[in-house]
């Protein structure tokens, strides 16, 4: 069936260094993307989307990547600081949120 | 502006009971969304209701159910519960709910069912 996954379930950084996270999605129709980071004992906190007609968009410390060619999805976290560690999520907006597995983000000091 | 509140933060339940969430939406928003999480499946959608009706159902039993008030404040039910019911229960509300709009979730109802 149609889902939204996630390559790695786990990712380990050294702080300071750079991280990227990722994401196939299989519904070329979708149109809009969002990320999420889970902390602990919170809910999903909004943390960049894009729609379907850019290929890149960039926030504070992060910049997504789209690529409709091979449906792919990626989250760049700049600078990793140990204050983000968390389960990041992408999720593809179609009536309702699909989301993926997540990625469990360890920041090492 | 507050967050998405939802009440209560946790609850234990045995087999069999009900259980009713609650969760009021950001102020002015008009969607309100359910998701369960868990660690074997997931996020998963339950439903999504505007202006009081259901506009959106996912896969999940008729045991789960919900209804949203004129305020935009919303509620789930989960009747005759079950060991598998033991999850987050998670509440999301948008402005409108449209297909792109970002949603903003709650910290989530756990309930763990005995």
């Known amino acids: 069936g149609e889902s939204v996954g996630l390559h790695l379930p786990t990712l380990s950084v050294q702080e300071g260094d750079n991280s990227i996270i990722n994401c196939a999605y299989s519904?070329?129709?979708?149109?809009?993307f969002i990320w999420y980071k889970q902390e602990s004992g919170k809910g999903p906190q909004f943390i960049i989307d894009i729609r379907s007609n850019m290929d890149k968009r960039q926030g504070q410390r992060v910049t997504v990547l789209l690529n409709k060619t091979v449906k792919h999805l990626s989250l760049q976290i700049a600078a990793t600081q140990p204050g983000d560690s968390a389960v990041y999520f992408c999720?593809?907006?179609?009536?309702?949120?699909?989301f993926g597995q997540g990625t469990e983000l360890s920041v090492k000091p | 502006k507050a967050g998405v509140t939802q009440t209560p933060r946790y609850l234990i339940k045995t087999r069999g009971q009900q259980v009713t969430l609650s969760c009021s939406p950001i102020s002015g928003h008009r969607s309100v969304s359910w998701y369960q999480q868990t660690p074997g499946q997931g996020l998963q959608f339950l439903f999504e209701y505007f202006s009081e009706t259901q506009r959106n159902k996912g896969n999940f039993p008729g045991r789960f159910s919900g209804r949203q008030f004129s305020n935009s404040r919303s509620e789930m039910n989960v009747s005759t519960l079950e060991l598998g019911d033991s999850a987050l229960y998670l509440c999301?509300?948008?402005?409108?709910?449209?297909?792109?709009?970002?949603?903003?979730f709650g910290s989530g109802t756990q309930l763990s069912v005995l």
């Open positions: 519904n070329s129709a979708s149109d809009y």
């Open positions: 999720a593809e907006r179609r009536s309702e949120l699909i």
């Open positions: 999301a509300s948008g402005t409108l709910g449209g297909a792109n709009e970002k949603l903003f």
